[in-house]
């Protein structure tokens, strides 16, 4: 199971740091990703982390703002996300992939595990 908090309404140029709580599964054996998906638009990616931590990956409008890690001694795993613009409004799902498939851009369809999601409105 995985419970996804921290969000909230923020003003743009905010900063938020999103939490997802990892129970049922054994967090080192998954890579964990953060998706998104903003109202009438699909579900995008945002950012994966490798099971170890020591490798990330960003989508572009992530980039330069936001920062992936984890903790897997206490199987959470975080987003936090700086200079926040109205465009990043969505909810944000944390999600959980099996660490035998490569480390790679996160694609939702190859993620077995997903929390409920957390809403971010940033306000201009």
């Known amino acids: 199971q995985l419970q996804a908090s921290g969000g909230g309404l923020v003003q743009a140029g905010g900063s938020l740091k999103l939490s997802c709580a990892v129970s049922?599964?054994?967090?080192?054996?998954?890579?964990m990703a953060w998706f998104r998906q903003a109202p009438g638009k699909e579900r995008e990616p945002v950012a994966a982390?490798?099971?170890?931590?020591?490798?990330?990956l960003y989508t572009e409008s992530a980039k330069g703002r936001f920062t992936i890690s984890r903790t897997n001694i206490n199987s959470t795993v975080h987003l936090q996300m700086n200079r926040l613009k109205v465009e990043d409004t969505a909810l944000y799902y944390c999600?959980?992939?099996?660490?035998?498939?490569?480390?790679?851009?996160?694609?939702?369809?190859?993620?077995?595990?997903w929390g409920q999601g957390t809403e971010v409105t940033v306000s201009s």
């Open positions: 999600a959980a992939q099996s660490a035998r498939i490569a480390f790679a851009e996160p694609k939702a369809s190859e993620y077995e595990f």
């Open positions: 049922g599964l054994e967090i080192i054996q998954y890579t």
């Open positions: 982390v490798s099971v170890s931590g020591a490798r990330t």
